[in-house]
């Protein structure tokens, strides 16, 4: 079986002058990258799904241009969606030195390929549980102001030197199979739009929300998260909290719906 694999990110990548409460002005504290795996066998029907939707809601489905409960319903209906999730969240107070001495106008760049290389690590843990070929996924990020090569040839470098046992599960994952398209030439962008926003409004305090991370959307899709096929846990497989949720500081509703991630819900 063959699978398109769709990329979009939320937040921001901006490392200067992050916002330390909600309260304060700057960057946001957190980026987010939502991932979904879709069959080319349900692409069609895929489309024809999101095409109703936009016009039963009369907007684009572009989350940032949609009110609460129009991604309220987009969430609960994609959740019927042959489609599995995947995300990743980064709190960037948690980066330490990491990357110290790298030129300012290349920052931006290679906190988003480190971000994106645990998603896809995500992604190549399943592919090589379900023996998926590299050849049989293609690959398709929101298209921005992004130097992609410099992505590619950074995944890369990781699959001929792995550092870590986890970052095998690149080998799965074919660099030349990724693309960059705008959400206006693949629809489909809608639903990692969708995820990234989802896993974003998880964790997200702001003066907005008046410091209240909201949960709803994930609520709606969690069930279509990838999770270990022996445990049930979602943590680790199709939801990673990069340093961990009490590294990062989370609490209160946020921190609990985090915990949730690792709980085990098989025998």
């Not at 960057?27 to 936009?54: C, D, F, R």
């Not at 019927?80 to 980066?95: C, D």
């Not at 990781?158 to 970052?167: C, M, N, Q, T, V």
């Not at 206006?184 to 969708?194: K, T």
Request: hydrophobic residues 35%.
């Amino acid at each position: 079986m063959r699978y398109v694999f769709l990329v979009d990110e939320s937040g921001d990548q901006g490392l200067r002058k992050v916002r330390e409460s909600f309260s304060d002005r700057g960057a946001s504290p957190y980026l987010t990258l939502g991932g979904v795996l879709i069959p080319e066998t349900h692409i069609e029907a895929t489309l024809s799904w999101l095409g109703n939707l936009k016009s039963r809601l009369g907007k684009e489905l572009h989350c940032a241009e949609l009110n609460h409960f129009q991604t309220a319903v987009f969430s609960r209906e994609a959740a019927s969606i042959k489609m599995l999730a995947f995300g990743v969240i980064s709190k960037k107070s948690t980066l330490g030195d990491y990357l110290e001495g790298t030129p300012d106008e290349d920052i931006a760049q290679d906190y988003y390929n480190k971000c994106s290389h645990y998603l896809l690590e995500l992604l190549g843990q399943f592919m090589s549980h379900h023996n998926v070929r590299s050849e049989d996924v293609s690959i398709i990020f929101e298209r921005k102001n992004h130097n992609y090569q410099r992505l590619r040839s950074y995944i890369s470098a990781i699959r001929k030197s792995p550092k870590d046992p986890r970052a095998a599960f690149l080998q799965r994952v074919d660099p030349l199979a990724i693309t960059d398209r705008s959400k206006a030439e693949e629809p489909m962008l809608a639903l990692a739009d969708l995820v990234a926003f989802a896993t974003f409004q998880s964790v997200n305090e702001s003066r907005r929300n008046y410091g209240l991370p909201e949960e709803r959307y994930m609520r709606e899709l969690y069930k279509r998260f990838w999770r270990c096929p022996d445990t049930g846990q979602v943590a680790h497989f199709g939801l990673k909290y990069i340093k961990g949720p009490i590294t990062m500081g989370l609490s209160g509703q946020a921190m609990s719906f985090a915990m949730k991630a690792y709980k085990k819900t098989a025998d």
